[in-house]
Structure formats: C-alpha cells, structure tokens
C-alpha cells in the first residue's frame, strides 16, 4: 500500500533498504576504474533471546561515545482492514506521537531534545519499527523511555486526530505530481486494487479510523515473540543483556502466530493506460511488468540485465532515448524484488508531450532487443562492477552490517545470503543475461501508463496496437461512500439512543430559539485572543453573532441564503467565506443536528462504532463520536471548505453536559483545526425560546 509516515529511522539506522533491494549503486560510465572489492567482514553479534521470547542482536562498538537500536516487530499496513486502509500507519506514527502514561508526545519531544536523543516508530509496508539514538551517558534514560513507547504507548486521541488529518490532507494533495500518479497507479495496476499491495488510501478510509481501532491494531502485532531487538554502540553485551531483562521483564504479552503476509496477485493488467491531467507540457510514464523476490536464483542476473538497459549514464535507454534522440527528460529501469513478495520491473521517466508515444516505441525496441541479442562485453563488465560496488555500501560500517543481518533475520534469509549474492552478481555472464531477459520478460503483457494530456501526443496511443484504457483518478468524496441501507439504520439507531441521552426527542423538538452567551479563547498558536460572543439561532435557519474583541465589536447575521457583517460601524454583504462559516454553524446547532433523522433533506449513517455521520445539502457533513458510556456525543469532526482557501478539518470535545430546557447541552467544547489546539469555548448562559423574531435578529447596530 502506497502510504508512509516519515519518520527519523535513519538516526538509528540505515532503513531506508528495508523493503528495497540492495542499494543503488554509482555509475561507471564516467571513465572510474573500480579497485578490486575488498572482502565483507561480519562483525561479532552476539544473539539472545529474553526470557519474554523477544530476540535481541547485540553489536559492542566502541569508535564512537553512542548507543543505537531498532526494533522490527512483524506487522504492517498490508495487515489494514480494507474499510480502514491507513489504520497501521496511524498506530505506527501514533506510538510516538500520543506518549505514554506518564508524558505526551509534545513531553517526550522536549526530554529528548534536551539530551540530543530521539525515539522514533514507523509502520512501513510490511515491517512495523521503534528505534532509538542516544549518547552514551544517557542509555538508561533512552532505552527507559524506548521501552515505555514499545510496550505502553498512550494513543492519546488529539494526536489520532492530527494524524487523520494529515493524511487526509495528503489524500487531497495526491493528485498535485503527475510522478507520484504514475508511481501510484502503475503499482495499482500491476498488484491490482482489491488487495493490499495496490489499493489507496480515500477519505472515507480514514474517517472510519478511531482509537479502539488504533489500539486493537497495536495489542495484535506488538508482543515480544513478534519483535527482533537490535542495538549497537559503546556498550558492554553483558551489562546491555542484563538491563535489557530488566527493562523487558514485565512485557509479557502474547497474542497468536501473525499469519503470513497476503499473497500478490498473479493476473496484473496489460495494454495501455493514461490518466490525464491538463496543464502540463510533459508526460511521466511507467511500464513493466511484476518483477520477482531478492531470494530469486535469477535475481543477479535480472538485476545486471536492467543496469544494462537503464541502470545510469551509461545504460542504453539513456544513451539511446535521451541522450540521441531527446525524448525523456529522464528515464531508468530497475528490476524490482522485495524479501517477501515480487516486486516491480518498472521503465521510469518523463517526456516531452509530443513525444510520448514515440519515446514508448523506442523503449519497447530496445526491452525487444535485449530479449534477443547478446550484451557486449563492455556493458556486462560495467553493469556489474556498478552492481557489486553498490551493494559494498551496505556493508561498509558494523551498523549497516548489523542493519542487513537485522533485515535478513527479519525475513528468514541465511546469514550468508549477502556473500551468495555477491557471487551470484561475478558469475553472470552475457548468456545469463540475454537468457533472463528472453524468459522473464514479456513486452507483449507490460503495463504502459501515461499521465499528461493525450491532447498534446503527436502520435495518438492507439498506434501502439494495444487495448487502451483511461485511468479515473478522481478522489472519491466520503459521503458518496456510504450509501449503505445498514449503515444507516444503524446510524438512526445510534442517534436515537443519543437523543434519548440528552433529554428526549419531544423536548428537543420543542426549542425553537436559542441564546447562546460563552466566552472564547484562542490558542497562543493563534493568537491567544480573548472574546465573549453571544449567539442566536432562531429555527429553522437564523443565526446571529455579536461578539466583542479587544480591538472592538463584530456583529454577523444569516439567513440560510444570505446576510451581512458590521464591523467598526460598517456593514457590508456577508462575504462567501463566512457565509460557508456560518452555513456549517447553522448545521451543527444542538436540537437541529440531534433531530437529524427527521429531516428529510439530512442524511444518518454509522460510520463506525460509535460513530455517526450526519449529512445535508453541499458540503455540510460532521462525524458525531458517542460516548458508549452515557450516549451523550463526546467529540464532532468536520470540514470547513471555503473559497480560495485550504480545507480546514476541524474538530470539536464536547464536555461540561448541562440541562436546559430540559435538553443536556454541553457547556465546554474545544476546537482543534488541522490536528492543532485552536480555540476553547466555556459557556457562560443559554436560553431557549424566549420568542426571538427574524426581524429584530436581522436588524443592523
């Protein structure tokens, strides 16, 4: 699945290699003449395992004053639910993030900080990694609090939120690189959508996301027989062994064997794919096929066989298609494979629109002829000294090695793989590669993806003679998602028990106006402005809002349709920002939300346990989390969506529940936008129907 939090792994370790084949390497077509490689020496490791049954590796190294650690715990987000596609990444980011019992995430941030530490965790495809970096002076304290974000993260919600919400703002931003689109679909296309190695991450994925679901993920995968711990550093084994044991004792939990990883799909698309995108002057392409796994017996061949057609400068697709007849502003082939399931074979670049077509033809030409004709041997003898002076890299300090031996643990390889490798790259020869290259690929079934403007092609796709099929690359909108008659029987069902909670369905129905006094503070972040704000809703849409500021009064005033805002004695028609403003305010007035299935132009679902989403007419939607305790809503999440402006996600805790009118209304509530504090809003009175009139609410200071 194509989504990734960053986190600071490589302060640990190199594992950016960990779901990657060996390390690109540099080119040799400069005129560089390699030195003979030196041998690869493995450091002494010394490998237990705790009386918990978590397997430790433990490098001394005493060149440098500093003690570093990961631990790879077998999970990943090709365990995610399909309805909940982004689940692992939000634990693996949450982990950290939301702290422990004893400290926030923001606590933890400044803990470390001060001793030039980190501890960092990450969810990756098929890995799930806590890691750690200290001085040496400071290992008790670091591997203290390693430990505590290991065994007992607090997945405190605010930061689910925030977590959510990034992602939600990468969802809306996936479109913006025409590379990432071809980077995204050609993996979709080739793993196919319904598993997943190849579907995406949507909106209506995320909402469903929620903290019992966060922490049913982490209880399932994170327990010590499903957890290799390496560290390396200025320590001694027995001392570091011993405290481990100490640190560790009391993790104790089990949970059943983790199965195995899905299969990937053995039925990728073939023909020709483009997806459009309109003011854009180039095409980025990708083409191939699924490529293999590192444990392939062919593996060194196909990797030799790709550096030859497009592994540098001195490949010939560069030669041939960018540098003689200028078609690709780039371009690179790689035969893709993993540890434990076939990666890609994937043409990569970008061209000129007008050439697009053109520059697939030349490509297919020379996959044709490396399928058919022996390489030179100038282009095997350089393709494999690149080859093996890359992978040297991995191995060039006892952290990397340690690294590499982690990841083949990881994965079941044998420790002598790398030297198995390393040989399996010196035995190729020109025959193995044209061999591989006539059995394993097959041109006649590669994937062909163009993103850019066909318009602009000089030559239509069509002469490639092969099926052609455009790419729908559209974001899906949530609410289009949950047109279930279940979900929203249920969701009717949920509210109902919510309105029963809150004083009834009759009394709920009998506010008809209400006034609204409460005071506002906003966040240092935003300002820290102080105000007092009276509201007033007069059913079914009147809304009016006098507040007062340190720099003076503000009064707005909406009718569902249209309005105005004074300001230092002027008013003016209420611009469209605000009407969208008020427009959700509107939505989200306490008896007209909670009577929500009796409107017909609203619509209820559950959108998850617990959570119900009501929505209306344009963009007006909120996600209500009940509180499964007292079926009162604790928490409201929407969108605000305003002209010439970033969508704002927003978030509102509700708490402090107070009668009136008989009608439990919440006398707290504080707002968060885009994951951030941003506002807090303490209730001071509320009336209900004391008789307002649309005529006096509309009437101008």
Not at 159 to 186: C, T, V, W, Y
Not at 445 to 472: H, M, Q, T, W
Not at 535 to 562: C, E, M, S
């Amino acid at each position: 699945m194509k989504i990734k939090f960053s986190a600071s792994v490589a302060l640990c370790f190199a594992l950016a290699t960990l779901h990657a084949q060996p390390t690109k390497r540099p080119d040799s077509s400069l005129g560089l003449k390699f030195p003979p490689l030196r041998e690869i020496q493995l450091p002494k490791i010394e490998t237990v395992t705790l009386p918990n049954g978590m397997q430790v590796m433990l490098l001394e190294n005493h060149e440098l004053p500093t003690v570093r650690g990961v631990a790879l715990v077998r999970t990943g987000n090709l365990f995610d639910p399909e309805d909940k596609i982004g689940l692992a990444t939000v634990v693996g980011a949450a982990m950290r993030s939301g702290g422990i019992k004893a400290k926030t995430g923001d606590e933890l941030d400044e803990q470390l900080e001060n001793i030039a530490a980190s501890v960092e965790t990450e969810i990756g495809e098929s890995s799930g990694t806590v890691s750690f970096s200290c001085l040496k002076e400071n290992t008790a304290e670091v591997l203290a609090a390693f430990t505590d974000i290991l065994t007992a993260p607090e997945f405190r919600e605010d930061k689910i939120d925030l977590l959510k919400n990034q992602l939600r703002s990468g969802i809306s931003r996936r479109n913006d690189d025409p590379a990432g689109i071809a980077s995204r679909e050609f993996a979709s296309l080739l793993y196919g959508k319904d598993n997943s190695y190849g579907w995406d991450l949507e909106y209506a994925t995320v909402d469903r996301i929620q903290r019992p679901d966060v922490i049913a993920f982490y209880k399932r995968y994170f327990f010590p027989a499903n957890t290799i711990l390496a560290i390396r550093g200025d320590f001694k084994t027995a001392e570091m062994k011993a405290r481990l044991e100490k640190l560790f004792g009391t993790w104790t939990v089990s949970q059943p064997k983790v199965p195995p990883f899905p299969e990937v799909t053995k039925r990728p698309a073939s023909g020709v794919f483009y997806a459009t995108v309109k003011g854009v002057n180039q095409t980025n392409f990708a083409i191939g096929q699924q490529g293999g796994t590192l444990d392939d017996k062919e593996y060194p061949a196909l990797e030799v066989m790709a550096d030859i057609l497009g592994g540098g400068f001195h490949s010939r697709l560069f030669q041939h298609v960018r540098t003689q007849l200028g078609n690709a502003y780039s371009i690179s082939a790689d035969w893709g494979a993993n540890y434990d399931h076939p990666g890609l074979f994937e043409i990569a670049g970008s061209t000129k629109s007008a050439t697009t077509t053109a520059t697939f033809k030349v490509i297919l030409e020379e996959v044709e002829k490396i399928r058919t004709e022996p390489v030179t041997a100038e282009e095997l003898e350089t393709a494999k000294a690149s080859v093996l002076n890359g992978f040297i890299f991995n191995f060039d300090t006892p952290t990397k090695t340690l690294n590499r031996l982690l990841i083949y643990k990881y994965y079941n390889y044998p420790d002598d793989f790398l030297f198995r490798y390393q040989k399996g790259i010196e035995a190729v020869t020109a025959a193995d590669v044209l061999r591989v290259a006539k059995q394993r690929l097959d041109p006649e079934k590669f994937a062909i993806l163009a993103v850019g403007n066909p318009k602009d092609f000089s030559v239509p796709l069509s002469s490639l003679d092969r099926p052609i099929k455009e790419i729908d690359i559209t974001i899906p909108d949530p609410k289009k998602e949950s047109d279930d008659p279940e979900s929203e029987a249920k969701g009717k069902e949920l509210l109902q028990k919510v309105q029963k909670a809150v004083g009834g369905v009759d009394k709920l129905a009998a506010i008809k106006d209400l006034t609204v006094k409460n005071s506002t503070q906003l966040d240092q972040s935003a300002g820290g402005l102080k105000a007092e704000q009276t509201n007033f809703w007069l059913a079914p849409n009147h809304f009016r809002q006098d507040a007062k500021y340190p720099f003076g009064d503000i009064a707005v005033y909406f009718d569902g349709t249209a309005g105005w805002i004074n300001a230092q004695r002027s008013t003016v028609p209420l611009p469209a920002a605000q009407r969208a403003q008020i427009g959700i305010e509107l939505f989200r007035t306490w008896p007209a939300l909670l009577l929500s299935d009796q409107a017909a132009d609203r619509k209820v679902s559950l959108t998850a346990p617990g959570v119900i989403e009501i929505s209306g007419t344009g963009d007006n939607s909120i996600r209500i989390t009940v509180d499964p305790a007292t079926n009162l809503p604790s928490k409201e999440e929407y969108q605000l969506k305003q002209p010439n402006a970033p969508v704002a996600n927003l978030s509102v805790t509700l708490s402090d529940y107070k009668a009136v009118a008989g009608v439990l209304m919440p006398y707290k509530q504080v707002l968060s936008q885009n994951g951030k504090k941003a506002a807090e809003f303490t209730v001071i009175d509320v009336q209900a129907n004391t008789g307002l009139k649309a005529a006096v609410l509309s009437r101008q200071p």
